[in-house]
C-alpha cells in the first residue's frame, strides 16, 4: 500500500517561514514528486516539483523564488520550504507523486491529474 505523510504545517505570521515534510512508504519514487495546494473555496493549484531524473526543479510563478523543493529519493523523502509567507499562502498542502514508470510531459508538471498518489495534506495558515 502506498501512503504519502506530510507534516510541518502550521500558523505563521506574514513574512515567515515553514518546513514541509513528506515520507512516502510502500514503493520508491524514482521519477517525480511534488507539492500541490488548495485554499478554502479554491481549486488544487500546483506548487512546485522535482525530477529525480535531471534533478530539476519547477514552480508555480507565485511561489518561484519563496519557495524551495528538495528531497531524497533512495529515501523517499521531498521537503518544501518556504520563505517570505504571505496570507495567500493559506492552504492545504500536499505532497504528490506519479504512478511508477510514468513519465510527465513538461508542460503537465502543474497538472493535478498527471499524479495519482496524494497525501492527506497538512494545513498552511499565513497571518497578516
Known amino acids: 500500500q502506498v501512503t504519502l505523510v506530510e507534516s510541518g504545517g502550521g500558523v505563521v505570521q506574514a513574512g515567515g517561514s515553514l518546513r514541509l515534510s513528506c515520507a512516502a512508504s510502500?514503493?520508491?519514487?524514482?521519477?517525480?514528486m511534488a507539492w500541490f495546494r488548495q485554499a478554502s473555496g479554491k481549486e488544487r493549484e500546483f506548487a512546485a516539483a522535482?525530477?529525480?531524473?535531471?534533478?530539476?526543479?519547477y514552480y508555480a510563478e507565485s511561489v518561484k523564488g519563496r519557495f524551495t523543493i528538495s528531497g531524497d529519493n533512495t529515501k523517499n523523502t521531498v521537503y518544501l520550504q518556504m520563505n517570505s509567507l504571505q496570507p495567500d499562502d493559506t492552504a492545504v498542502y500536499y505532497c504528490?507523486?506519479?504512478?511508477?514508470?510514468?513519465?510527465?510531459?513538461?508542460?503537465?508538471?502543474?497538472?493535478?491529474?498527471?499524479?495519482?498518489?496524494w497525501g492527506q495534506g497538512t494545513q498552511v495558515t499565513v497571518s497578516s
Open positions: 510502500g514503493r520508491t519514487f524514482k521519477y517525480y
Open positions: 522535482i525530477s529525480w531524473i535531471s534533478g530539476r526543479t
Open positions: 504528490v507523486a506519479p504512478r511508477d514508470g510514468k513519465i510527465i510531459p513538461l508542460d503537465r508538471y502543474s497538472s493535478p491529474d498527471e499524479y495519482e498518489y
